[in-house]
């Protein structure tokens, strides 16, 4: 491999024994999650603080948010630049789009669902009963602090092998880019000649430089939903992502209007 293209040995070397200092032994199959995501660690450290969510961390640890924020940014390159590749002919905008599209917490938490990702995680006893193993939220941290694991343990190159091979379907799925959700979700509420959307910020936390944002998105008629991300503007396209679904799926259950009768000309 290039060297260019690997972190340092220093930097590698260093995350690892930091990692395997803060870390709790690991409650996972490490073959079995080098076999789903194809990938054999040399530094097992970093796949062990990558699938250690905060609850179980130890004091003064954050579990696996770091390499989380680092995973953000790893991902975003690779998906730009396979969607500059992908489609040379096409505008910034519609570009931008796709990318926010691919980036975008319910696309993580669809391909971490696929790897089956949720039951490599460690929790503190209670979590995983109450459901953190399936949480969207969770699961898309967790994605991104393995895509940084990756990175530091083999460079850019297998970081990048990994997500063309998860993402591959989706960044050629559909010929047209995605609309905004925000966008969608207020001509949703015009058409049907309701209130503009109304976002609220129901909880900021975490350090300051990784927050989180839970914002909730309202319509006149229709249950609120929810959506988390690392900016309010993040935030907000996962609850109008959520509450689009939401009024599709109330759409589709509705009953079919029956045909008008004609009358017959006696």
Do not use: C
């Not at 570009?95 to 975008?104: E, F, G, M, N």
């Not at 941290?141 to 993402?167: K, M, Q, S, T």
């Not at 000649?193 to 350090?207: C, D, F, T």
């Amino acid at each position: 491999m290039d060297a260019s293209s690997r972190p340092s040995t220093d930097r590698v070397s260093g995350a690892a024994k930091s990692a395997r200092a803060r870390a709790e032994p690991p409650s996972f199959d490490r073959i079995a999650l080098h076999e789903r995501i194809g990938y054999a660690f040399s530094h097992d450290a970093l796949l062990t603080q990558a699938m250690l969510h905060a609850s179980a961390a130890k004091r003064g640890d954050r579990g696996n948010e770091r390499l989380e924020f680092l995973g953000d940014r790893v991902l975003g390159l690779v998906i730009a630049e396979a969607l500059l590749s992908r489609f040379p002919g096409e505008r910034e905008g519609s570009i931008a789009r796709r990318h926010a599209s691919l980036v975008s917490q319910p696309v993580l938490a669809r391909v971490a669902e696929a790897i089956g990702l949720g039951g490599f995680l460690t929790f503190a006893k209670g979590e995983r009963d109450a459901g953190a193993a399936a949480n969207p939220a969770i699961l898309a941290d967790a994605l991104e602090a393995l895509i940084a694991a990756i990175y530091l343990d083999g460079g850019l190159e297998p970081a990048r092998a990994f997500v063309l091979r998860e993402w591959e379907a989706m960044i050629v799925e559909g010929s047209t880019p995605p609309s905004d959700p925000k966008t969608a979700l207020q001509e949703w509420a015009l058409a049907r000649g309701l209130a503009l959307p109304a976002y609220r910020v129901v909880k900021s936390e975490g350090p300051a430089h990784s927050p989180r944002f839970e914002v909730t998105v309202a319509i006149e008629g229709v249950p609120a939903a929810a959506g988390e991300g690392r900016s309010k503007r993040a935030a907000e396209k996962g609850a109008a992502s959520a509450l689009l679904a939401v009024v599709q799926s109330l759409e589709a259950a509705k009953p079919a209007k029956p045909a008008k009768r004609t009358r017959r000309r006696g």
